[in-house]
């Protein structure tokens, strides 16, 4: 039962059975924490163990072997940890073969983070990001395959076909595009109920890729305008990157391509206070599955020390998801305690506790 994008609605018979993909290198240890707080505030749910990676490999013979599909499928969504390259296939698997097609990346400073910025209270807004299509999954080849493609074509600048040399290929389908489009407007319109203006902001490069881009800020604009009661603007991706640094209270619904939304999801988290502080969610019309913003910080693994609130804020979404927006809320507002009093704080942010104090931290004010 589907109750909008970014809700589902469990039958009354229906186990509320989640997934748990750990990942690689330091990415472990923010989901176990995770899924312990989850389970404490939602008893009833059910977490099951998929493996992946160096471990699947080990124990399978395969880095994502058919028991962690399985599971994947029986569940309702998936909570994953990052992929430092072993565990690609089941990123791979949960975006393209469970087609979650928007990725939803808040970014919002609170008291407590170590942010660069001067007025870091302006960050509040929401990035909307494609998750399937674009320059993703890769499509690339040798550059004497256009050859074909460059007779045919009399307006195309010619590629260079006499050098060696490569291409990759960017997909814009028209569906996915409105249904990226259709989630940024279901998120400005909740978000609106809550005292948001309701104002949905394109970046694209609609000035040179008329055909991508191009038709992806018609289909945004057409969206919006069927919707009624939204604001609109739009700039080019170049601009609104400046803009989200200087002037982000100007920003609520930012909604952007895969690849400009990666990397513009990286930079705000930067502008917050950092990738341990930004959670994400992917969903689609049948499933979901979550995981944080960052990778899996191959630099910290080992040292205890990786900061788990991005990987929590991610876990209060799975919460919402499955309709314990209350239990979400708890959650949140433990970890807003925790950065409030700034007594247990983990390095990236300007602290010596190490994840496993920080984790106590927020389970004290749960
Ligand atoms: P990264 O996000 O893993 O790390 C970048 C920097 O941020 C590192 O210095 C790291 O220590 C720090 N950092 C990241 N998360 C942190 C946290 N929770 N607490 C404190 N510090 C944190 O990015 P990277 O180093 O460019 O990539 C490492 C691997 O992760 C690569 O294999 C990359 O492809 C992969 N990756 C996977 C995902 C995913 O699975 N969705 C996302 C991004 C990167
Ligand atoms: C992310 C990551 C991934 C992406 C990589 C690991 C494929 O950077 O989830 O942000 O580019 O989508
Ligand atoms: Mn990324």
Request: negative net charge; hydrophobic residues 40%.
């Amino acid at each position: 039962m589907s109750a909008g994008i970014f809700r589902r609605t469990l039958a009354p018979d229906e186990p509320a059975l989640i997934c748990v993909v750990a990942g690689d290198d330091a990415a472990p240890e923010v989901v176990w924490p995770t899924v312990e707080i989850l389970q404490r505030l939602v008893p009833e749910l059910r977490f099951v163990r998929g493996s992946s990676g160096r471990e699947a490999e080990e124990r399978y013979g395969a880095a994502f072997p058919q028991e962690t599909r399985e599971l994947i499928d029986r569940a309702v969504c998936t909570l994953f940890g990052a992929s430092g390259g072993p565990s690609r296939p089941v990123l791979w698997y949960l975006r393209w073969s469970k087609d979650t097609r928007v990725n939803i990346r808040p970014v919002r400073w609170q008291p407590g983070y170590r942010s660069p910025m001067r007025e870091p209270e302006h960050f509040d807004f929401v990035i909307v990001r494609d998750n399937l299509e674009g320059m993703y999954p890769p499509r690339e080849g040798d550059l004497a395959e256009l050859a074909a493609l460059a007779s045919s074509r009399s307006w195309w600048q010619p590629p260079p076909l006499d050098r060696q040399g490569a291409y990759a290929v960017r997909i814009c389908t028209d569906e996915q595009m409105a249904y990226v489009a259709q989630a940024a407007c279901e998120l400005a319109l909740e978000r609106k109920a809550q005292g948001y203006p309701g104002r949905v902001t394109l970046g694209a490069k609609y000035s040179i890729q008329p055909r991508t881009d191009g038709r992806f800020r018609e289909i945004v604009r057409e969206t919006v305008r069927r919707y009624g009661e939204l604001e609109y603007q739009e700039f080019l991706i170049d601009d609104l990157a400046r803009r989200m640094v200087a002037v982000p209270e100007s920003l609520d619904v930012v909604v952007l391509s895969n690849e400009h939304g990666d990397i513009l999801a990286d930079m705000a988290a930067g502008c917050i206070g950092g990738l341990g502080l930004a959670p994400s969610g992917c969903y689609g019309p049948t499933y979901a599955y979550f995981e944080p913003v960052h990778g899996s910080a191959p630099d910290l693994a080992g040292k205890g020390v990786i900061n788990p609130t991005a990987m929590l804020l991610s876990g209060a979404m799975l919460l919402d998801y499955l309709g314990y927006g209350e239990q979400a809320l708890r959650l949140r507002e433990a970890v807003a305690e925790v950065y409030r009093r700034g007594q247990v704080l983990p390095p990236d942010q300007g602290g010596r506790a190490t994840t496993a104090e920080f984790v106590e931290a927020v389970r004290h004010f749960l």
